[in-house]
């Protein structure tokens, strides 16, 4: 009966540090925003999943590109078919590793973090560095937020001419997320 109770205690435990070590949501979001004087083009996504390793100080995105939800139907269809090829190409990730000086878990505000990653995006993988804010709550819960920009060409992307005036070089991308 000691045993037992012995087994099933070092169990609860076990699994419990792992279960505090890893951080999940499924309900992250990413904008990204092209401007130009023409025209500007925003869409946003809210089914983004990600993931935050604690003590291991990683954290991953998963963009589904489809999931991308614009002013007009006319834009989603071009950008899903024309442009990222979202059938060929379904999901942009990002693998990072947050800095040593970052303690994720006490309450702290950190703004400024550089974070070193590895971005995967329409077929071509690339290092990426991004500045984030991240927030550690009493609670233990953390707030990832970034904005950065991505050139199209960098990732194979081919604007048509007819269009080159209307969709920017640079593309806006902002991340927020909140792991509980």
């Known amino acids: 009966m000691k045993n037992k109770l012995l087994i099933m205690l070092i169990t609860i435990t076990v699994f419990g540090a792992f279960a505090q070590n890893k951080k999940v949501t499924r309900t ?5 925003l092209s401007k130009t004087p023409i025209e500007n083009i925003a869409a946003q996504n809210n089914q983004v999943a990600s993931i935050l390793l604690v003590n291991e100080k990683q954290i991953a995105f998963n963009v589904l ?21 979202s059938n060929k190409f379904p999901a942009a990730k990002f693998k990072g590793s947050i800095p040593p000086s970052v303690a994720l878990d006490k309450a702290h505000n950190y703004e400024g973090v ?3 990653g590895q971005m995967l995006f329409h077929g071509v993988k690339k290092p990426l ?10 609670d233990l819960s953390i707030s990832f937020s970034s904005s950065f920009n991505l050139k199209l060409e960098d990732y194979d992307i081919k604007v048509p001419s007819l269009v080159k005036d209307k969709i920017s070089e640079q593309i806006k991308i902002s991340v927020a997320t909140n792991y509980k």
């Open 65 to 85: 590109m489809k999931s991308f939800k614009f002013e007009k139907a006319l834009m989603e269809e071009h950008f899903n078919e024309k442009y990222v090829h």
């Open 28 to 32: 992250g979001s990413v904008q990204f």
């Open 114 to 116: 550089e974070i070193n």
């Open 129 to 138: 560095i991004i500045i984030a804010n991240i927030e550690v709550k009493e």
